[in-house]
């Protein structure tokens, strides 16, 4: 089959589009209101740019309560979702009022960051403390701004679970990590295949 997706010529009951790209790793990322609530979502359209200097990025479709606290404070933090926090990580995408907090709806307890202010998820093997740096507006081929939102930060604390080290490696199998495919779905990476690049020393 064939389509083009601006005009969703594809006839299948649901756009494919995201289950082609995937599995995403998920940004679960918490942040703090100018009021001091805190704030808890996911975001399947988030990766790392850079590792030097290590900066990150997520995509959000509008200008969700993530997007407002973090331009508003300066900070946020990326939390590792993981097949054994999956039901909290879909609960705190709920829609909820910029009052209410997911940490609590989801039932999840908070752990205090070193370097920066919003908590972080205290059951997630690894999160990045990051400073925001900018938020993107892109746009399309007609160079029309679309109503995305992708927010950069620079990761300035890193924190691991001793547990998930393996021969001086972070066991990316081992902890499970989470990511999104197409529709409702999920994958997890509970296993991993090495190749050395050509020239390159394990």
């Known amino acids: 089959m064939f389509y083009e997706p601006e005009k969703r010529d594809h006839g299948l009951p649901f756009s494919p589009l995201k289950a082609i790209v995937a599995p995403r790793p998920i940004g679960w990322i918490s942040t703090l209101s100018a009021a001091g609530v805190t704030n808890l979502a996911p975001y399947s359209f988030f990766n790392l740019i850079s590792e030097d200097p290590a900066l990150v990025m997520f995509s959000s479709v509008g200008r969700k309560h993530s997007v407002v606290n973090i331009e508003a404070t300066g900070e946020f933090v990326c939390n590792l979702a993981t097949l054994a926090l999956i039901d909290a990580v879909n609960i705190s995408s709920a829609d909820l009022p910029a009052d209410r907090s997911e940490f609590d709806h989801a039932g999840l307890d908070p752990a205090p960051s070193r370097l920066v202010k919003p908590p972080r998820v205290a059951a997630a093997p690894c999160a990045l403390e990051c400073v ?14 679309v109503d995305r939102h992708v927010v950069i930060g620079e990761v300035i604390g890193v924190h691991i679970d001793d547990a998930v080290v393996h021969d001086g490696r972070v066991d990316t199998a081992l902890m499970g990590a989470l990511a999104r495919c197409g529709y409702m779905d999920f994958s997890v990476v509970d296993a991993v295949v090495e190749r050395l690049r050509p020239g390159s020393v394990r």
Do not use: I
């Open 132 to 145: 925001y740096v900018e938020t993107l507006r892109p746009k399309d081929r007609h160079g029309r701004t």
